[in-house]
């Protein structure tokens, strides 16, 4: 395959970035963060110990906090703040870790409970003091609802005693070391008032100052794990005393003077996940981290694969790895796949902004199932974009090493993947409504290359496997409620897989509707129609079983695959064009800009060991 030259502003690169980047809103949402990347202090540096690493993170969120403009009205626009994490996610995984607490966790908690109404948060958006959030225990993660941690209510102050009452109630994995300066937390604690437990609330703490640790709070830094190193600890409470209005209070929950409170929720549980709505705001933000790191791993891997040559069939012929379809193949099944991920999160994004209350538990669900699809889909992206890129992928320097440890992180913060897929599973098993039995037409006379058609039968296949749940459900082991559901898990999660993948195309194919110059509506369907055909290789059988393919058509998905693999073989560059990726950020990654780690300096130093070894050699023979 000739791979033809590349042009760095071709215009349907350009056109699909609008279509990726928000459209006319593309500078508001993503500017600033793509600028503030761009800068030489974002650059990759070489033989830092983890302690200077996690410094540094502290650095670069005071010089993004200079660069985001109003911190207040970035926590509070989750366009933006979705932004920040798909620009930072792909040159510094701690900043990212850092910036989503501070901005979205402690920040938005503190401006969703009655907007801040009455504090003073200078300290908190001049970086005088960072932001921190203090939710998982040590022996309570997903279960946050049996946390330990309690705010015992003080009637002669008016204030509260907050308290580690045994070791698994220490607070796990906090940024909460002296590094990077003073902090303060939003702590979730129960709230006891004369004894009685009144349901978890968030409660505004001080950490530590100019001079260390404040008295009652218990700091130690837990072992390095993987990823871009942040500063991880166990924290604990031995009676901190809080003053009154420590207490973030809403409709939800408030306080009286007389230690009654008032609540708009029926129950301690609802007001909990009231409590800790910013969570749901998280996952969009872990997933678009996760985003970014993908699309920042297709244009290092594709890019090398056009600059990197290897022999061709003919003697003396060289040709670059890109023209093998074992290895372009793969790099354009993520493509595809990248694509749908970035079209799932914008819409969920949207859907997220202007949702209305009756609305929520289901746009939050949406949010958990598209957090768990994207991030797994980015930690395969990931790999993927490393192994093409062979031994060069595993230096650091060359932007991909790090990156799927850094999503593996994603992956498990705001709830890990599998228990919030799984919470969304037991809803959707009879609280969702899909496509219906026959609905999706007769296939005789279908095409595979309909995108209407390949759409109708991902739809099928979630239906196949509502249906399997309801009837394993059904048929569980009576009075064996953790029995029942064991049958029933399997199938539920497939359904809900499929679920999220028909979302994305549905997403895509919105998209692809938008495009208006007819070279990009190529690509945009041909992309999408790669994606679908993808997604269904799994579900032939089931597809055939039901009637809803023909033997026909199993037959020939793998010819259509291929087809249209050749088809957007050429125009890998292209795709990858559109995720603009700064040209500061490419040209610091050797293999990224036509290098490899060592090669100009090895070559340097090469040319110069024999221009010496030359220069003995004539030296000798009586020239000098």
């Known amino acids: 395959m000739a791979v033809p030259a590349h042009t760095r502003t071709h215009p349907v690169a350009d056109e699909l970035a609008q279509l990726l980047f928000e459209g006319a809103d593309r500078e508001r949402v993503h500017g600033v963060w793509r600028r503030l990347v761009s800068g030489k202090e974002f ?30 009205e970035l926590a509070a626009d989750p366009y933006r703040l979705a932004g920040l994490h798909e620009w930072t996610g792909p040159v510094d995984g701690g900043l990212t870790t850092l910036a989503s607490i501070h901005y979205n966790l402690f920040l938005g908690s503190v401006l969703d409970h009655d907007g801040g109404r009455g504090r003073d948060l200078s300290a908190f958006t001049s970086l005088r003091s960072t932001g921190t959030f203090l939710c998982t225990e040590l022996e309570h993660g997903n279960d946050v609802a049996s946390m330990e941690t309690v705010a015992v209510f003080d009637r002669a102050t008016g204030g509260f005693h907050l308290t580690t009452p ?128 993908s699309r920042a791993a297709l244009t290092i891997a594709v890019r090398y694969a056009h600059s990197r040559f290897l022999a061709g069939p003919k003697a003396g012929e060289r040709i670059p790895l890109a023209a093998h379809r074992s290895h372009h193949g793969r790099l354009l099944h993520a493509l595809a796949t990248a694509y749908a991920m970035t079209f799932l999160h914008r819409s969920l994004v949207s859907r997220f902004a202007v949702h209305a ?30 192994e093409r890129c062979g031994a060069q992928g595993l230096f650091p320097a060359n932007g991909l090493a790090d990156l799927p440890l850094n999503i593996e992180g994603g992956i498990t913060a705001e709830g890990d993947n599998l228990v919030i897929w799984v919470k969304a599973a037991s809803e959707m098993v009879f609280g969702h409504q899909g496509v219906r039995a026959g609905q999706s037409g007769d296939p005789e006379g279908r095409e595979l290359t309909e995108l209407p058609f390949l759409r109708g039968l991902l739809a099928e296949a979630e239906r196949i496997w509502q249906d399997r749940a309801r009837t394993a459900l ?149 020239v000098y």
């Open 474 to 622: 059904r048929e569980g082991p009576s009075g064996d409620p953790v029995g029942r559901w064991n049958a029933t898990s399997d199938a539920a999660l497939e359904m809900v897989s499929a679920h999220a993948r028909l979302q994305a195309a549905d997403a895509f194919l919105a998209a692809a509707a938008r495009a208006q110059d007819p070279r990009a509506a190529f690509l945009m369907r041909s992309l999408c129609r790669l994606f679908l055909l993808k997604q269904l290789g799994e579900h032939t059988g089931d597809l055939l079983a039901e009637g809803r393919l023909t033997p026909d058509h199993v037959r020939a998905l793998p010819k259509a695959v291929d087809t249209v693999v050749g088809e957007l073989a050429p125009h890998l560059m292209t795709l990858v064009d559109a995720f603009d990726l700064p040209a500061a950020v490419l040209s610091g990654i050797p293999i990224a800009s036509g290098g490899s780690v060592g090669g100009d300096e090895a070559d340097a130093e090469w040319e110069g060991e024999e221009a010496a070894a030359v220069g003995v050699e004539v030296a000798v023979a009586g």
């Open 43 to 72: 650059a990759y540096r070489p033989g830092l110990l983890p302690e200077e690493r996690t410094a540094l993170s502290y650095e670069r969120l005071r010089l993004l906090n200079d660069a985001a403009g109003d911190p207040v």
């Open 357 to 386: 209350e009756e609305d929520r538990a289901e746009v939050e669900r949406e949010v958990a199932v598209a957090k768990g699809w994207i991030t797994w889909q980015a930690r395969a992206i990931t790999t993927e974009c490393r």
């Open 166 to 293: 045994t070791p698994g109630a220490r607070k796990f994995m906090p940024n909460t070391s002296l590094t990077g300066g003073p902090k303060t937390a939003v702590v979730a604690a129960r709230l006891v008032v004369d004894g009685e437990d009144q349901g978890t609330f968030l409660f505004l703490t001080p950490l530590s100052d100019e001079n260390g640790h404040l008295p009652g709070v218990r700091v130690r830094p837990l072992p390095q794990r993987t990823g871009t190193p942040v500063d991880h600890c166990l924290t604990s409470f031995d009676r901190v005393w809080l003053p009154r209005e420590a207490l973030l209070e809403a409709e939800h929950g408030r306080l009286g003077a007389d230690g009654s409170l008032a609540s708009t929720l029926g129950n301690r549980r609802k007001r909990l996940l009231r409590s800790i709505n910013r969570v749901t705001m998280g996952k969009l933000c872990m997933s678009a981290g996760t985003l970014g790191m």
